[in-house]
């Protein structure tokens, strides 16, 4: 498809468990975000990549979250150990040199830890 | 660190009528700013940036914002409301050279009564 896909849309797992989000971005972005919307609440940075590396994860809450983007494209983010405190929408986006500013968002994925 | 504040949590208009929905930004330095718009199962989509000159922005679906310096604001406008503009409502601020990382307001939820 021609904008951001993110799998799956919506996850719910069990306190402690494991979790992996996938983003899929607009083919050609370099850069990739990874935001996270609590209900109520605007959309949260997480951690952003240039390519393959991350450029800035200051916005990751903890240990427990890691996101990795090993070929400059599809990017997976990884909660361990997850958290009733964790549930929220991730939402990513990306976008390209050509569109200074302008983030493109994927629909997101609902996670709910019970 | 830059802030986003959006002081209106719910707002609700007529059909027709006109609209204003407040923004305002803590930023040390020339912001970029961004109106995004998220509606029910559907990605964030920008409806209009600035970056610099003219201090009134023109975007999509007849929405407008006008920068203001003096007062931090960044407020968004549009002359008459139509039903399908209700969804939720972000502010963001980027800075420059910092690679597309926006901060975003909580948003305002936009109701239209018919």
């Known amino acids: 498809g021609a904008g951001v896909s993110q799998t799956p849309s919506n996850k719910v797992t069990e306190k402690g468990k494991y979790v992996e989000l996938r983003c899929d971005p607009i083919s050609g972005h370099t850069a990739l975000y990874w935001y996270r919307q609590s209900l109520g609440q605007g959309p949260e940075f997480l951690i952003y990549f240039q390519g393959t590396g991350a450029a800035d994860d200051s916005g990751l809450p903890n240990d427990r979250f890691f996101a990795v983007r090993p070929e400059g494209s599809v990017s997976t983010l990884k909660i361990q150990r997850t958290e009733r405190g964790d549930s929220a929408v991730y939402l990513c986006?990306?976008?390209?040199?050509?569109?200074?500013?302008?983030?493109?968002f994927g629909e997101g994925s609902r996670l709910t830890v019970l | 660190a830059q802030s986003v504040t959006q002081p209106d949590i719910h707002i609700t208009v007529s059909e027709g009528a006109s609209l204003e929905l407040r923004c305002n930004y803590s930023y040390g330095a020339t912001p970029y700013l961004f109106w995004y718009v998220q509606s029910p199962g559907q990605g964030l989509q920008l409806l209009l940036k600035y970056f610099s000159g003219d201090t009134l922005v023109q975007g999509i679906k007849g929405f407008e914002a006008e920068f203001k310096r003096s007062q931090s604001s960044f407020n968004l406008r549009k002359p008459s409301v139509h039903w399908s503009d209700a969804a939720e409502y972000f502010c963001?601020?980027?800075?420059?050279?910092?690679?597309?990382?926006?901060?975003f307001g909580g948003g305002t939820r936009l109701m239209v009564k018919p």
């Open positions: 986006a990306s976008s390209s040199r050509a569109h200074t500013g302008e983030l493109f």
């Open positions: 963001a601020v980027g800075a420059v050279g910092a690679g597309n990382m926006l901060t």
